[in-house]
């Protein structure tokens, strides 16, 4: 049995690509068909997987239904390496054994957007923090963040949290955000599937304010005037490299 990382090669491409390996690991994401495992926290140490025939049979009381892999499940997989678009994916699953289920998730590598694009960080799970969204989803769920270190595309929309910690309207641009997720290559590029959103604070993009607002003395070191917002509003204040300094709310 192979490790991810010993798959992954530490390489762009993997010394098994066209073979048949096994390797074991836990769901740290999972979209249906595709699902992610990793078996250590951190670079190297995740893998793509394919994988349609893979259905786990019911377990009652716990799930009365076969189902698809999910986050926390423990699972040894059969099949072979492909690399597809640049990306190292475990496909053609021949053979699986259910080993666990309901596990912790890891809790991802803290990375800026310029630090995500990177080989090592391929198929883990990953957590951007924090960042801003520049472009609401498309009709594919495609959209993109962006930090003081560059933009990401993120793909998947998340806006389901049992505890409320999830942008009831989904992702608007001005919105700051933690993204949980896993680095997927697609070509000379980098993603995040998304698994999870957290809520840190909600902006009021700059076309949407009055044309009249008014924001002095700029650059600022003390105290920051603003004028011109019209009505109820959230503000934000952030430094230079898009943290969150500070939050509140008025009336204008």
Not at 151 to 163: F, M, N, R
Not at 215 to 237: F, K, M, R
Request: with cysteine; glycine share 12%; net charge negative.
């Amino acid at each position: 049995m192979l490790t991810c990382a010993e798959i992954q090669g530490q390489t762009e491409v993997s010394p098994y690509e066209g073979q048949q390996v096994t390797v074991s690991g836990k769901v740290t994401e999972f979209f249906g068909d595709v699902w992610y495992i990793q078996d250590d926290y951190g670079a190297w140490n995740g893998l793509l997987c394919v994988g349609p025939n893979v259905v786990i049979d019911p377990n009652p009381p716990w799930w009365n239904d076969p189902r698809q892999p999910e986050v926390g499940d423990v699972l040894e997989l059969t099949g072979t390496i492909v690399e597809a678009d640049g990306n190292t994916q475990l496909m053609d699953i021949t053979d699986y054994v259910f080993i666990d289920f309901w596990n912790a998730t890891a809790a991802g590598v803290g990375v800026t957007v310029a630090e995500m694009m990177d080989e090592s960080l391929e198929g883990t799970r990953a957590r951007l923090d924090p960042v801003t969204v520049m472009t609401a989803p498309d009709g594919s769920s495609v959209w993109t963040v962006s930090d003081a270190t560059g933009t990401a595309t993120i793909i998947g929309v998340d806006v389901d949290d049992p505890g409320n910690n999830e942008d009831a309207d989904g992702p608007t641009p001005g919105d700051v955000y933690r993204l949980y997720g896993a680095v997927r290559q697609i070509g000379n590029d980098y993603v995040l599937d998304l698994g999870d959103i957290d809520t840190l604070s909600l902006v009021v993009g700059l076309e949407e304010l009055e044309t009249a607002l008014s924001i002095y003395p700029n650059p600022a070191s003390g105290l920051l005037n603003v004028t011109g917002i019209q009505g109820d509003h959230a503000w934000s204040l952030m430094d230079a490299l898009g943290r969150p300094v500070m939050h509140g709310s008025g009336t204008g």
